[in-house]
């Protein structure tokens, strides 16, 4: 991700929570519609007292609704709750299983949680080639704390115990590839077959390189697709893709226009983005721009 780009998403955001309260309602619409990254988003708000009244009960509660549609880090804080006793009875038994489902999506802190409950013993029997299997997944992704952990337990397990923790890491790491390979085979042929949600998906995962390789054309390829289906997170994307000249040639009227476009369906960044691009247009081009985002309207695909 350029630098440009990570700025516009950060600014976004930041205007974004320029009115929290406001913000919240939006969340908690889009929640309720079973978007599970506004349940997510809503959790946080509620955990951190940004905006809304600072309460643990309902930052889980809304966590919950996140972690049962998979949102990974939910349902990594799910399993922290329940073994910390934040908002919920402790419960190893419920924390296990939730780290266990936000770790196979690769989560570092799940990952590092299962390796502390196995050399602690409340993710089950104490079992130290276990927590280094997830130490050790946790620090290759980069999390500092598994990385120290990684250090302190080579000091006390031994030669069979370390060769069990790489042989079980390794394991994880081939079957996660081969799910990920079936995934987006998947993802393929539904985005081919003209699904939105998996054109926008596979846009997605072309524009960061997540489990495919880093491809702007073909990202712009799928996210036009689904924009034009009226995918309002594809348009935010690709209004990103237009502004920074990433697989495509850069134009601020056709970053501008797919903003508005999403903007109009209530996407809170693509308002934020327009907001900060309306300022450096001219007014000849917000003209042009706007024009063209009146009148577009969305083309499913025949299936």
């Known amino acids: 991700m350029s630098p440009l ?31 599970a990254q506004a349940a997510f988003e809503l959790g946080e708000m509620h955990a951190s007292g940004v905006g809304v009244k600072q309460n643990n009960t309902e930052a889980v509660r809304w966590y919950r609704i996140a972690a049962e549609k998979g949102n990974s880090k939910a349902q990594s ?27 196979d999506q690769t989560d570092p802190l799940a990952q590092f949680q299962l390796g502390d409950g196995f050399e602690l013993g409340w993710a089950g029997q104490k079992d130290n080639a276990e927590a280094y299997k ?14 120290k952990k990684v250090t302190s337990i080579e000091n006390i397990i031994n030669k069979t115990q370390r060769i069990d923790g790489q042989t079980r890491a390794s394991e994880f790491r081939a079957a996660r ?7 987006n085979d998947t993802l393929i042929k539904s985005a081919e077959k003209g699904d939105p949600e998996a054109q926008y998906k596979l846009g ?25 289906q009226g995918q309002s997170e594809a348009q935010f994307e690709l209004g990103l893709h237009y502004l920074n000249g990433e697989g495509v040639e850069s134009s601020e009227i056709e970053a501008y226009q797919w903003w508005s476009i999403a903007a109009d369906k209530g996407h809170i960044r693509a308002q934020a983005s ?28 025949t299936k």
Do not use: M
Not at 77 to 103: F, S
Not at 177 to 183: D, G, P
Not at 274 to 301: C, G, M, T, Y
């Open 77 to 103: 804080l799910i399993g922290t709750a329940y073994h910390r006793g934040i908002g919920l009875e402790v419960d190893d038994v419920q924390a296990t299983q939730w780290l266990l489902k936000a770790a």
């Open 5 to 35: 780009r990570l700025w516009i998403l950060l600014f976004a955001l930041v205007v974004a929570a320029c009115n929290p309260k406001d913000k919240a309602t939006q969340l908690q619409e889009k929640a309720l519609q079973g978007d």
């Open 204 to 228: 997605a995962a072309y524009s960061f390189g997540n489990g495919l390789p880093k491809n702007d054309i073909k990202s712009v390829e799928w996210l036009t697709r689904a924009a034009q």
């Open 134 to 147: 997830w130490y050790l997944l946790s620090a290759s992704q980069g999390y500092t704390k598994a990385n």
């Open 274 to 301: 327009l907001d900060n691009l309306q300022k450096k247009i001219s007014p000849e081009q917000k003209s042009q721009a706007s024009e063209k985002a009146k009148a577009f309207s969305p083309v499913l695909e």
């Open 177 to 183: 590839v081969k799910k990920e390979n079936e995934a």
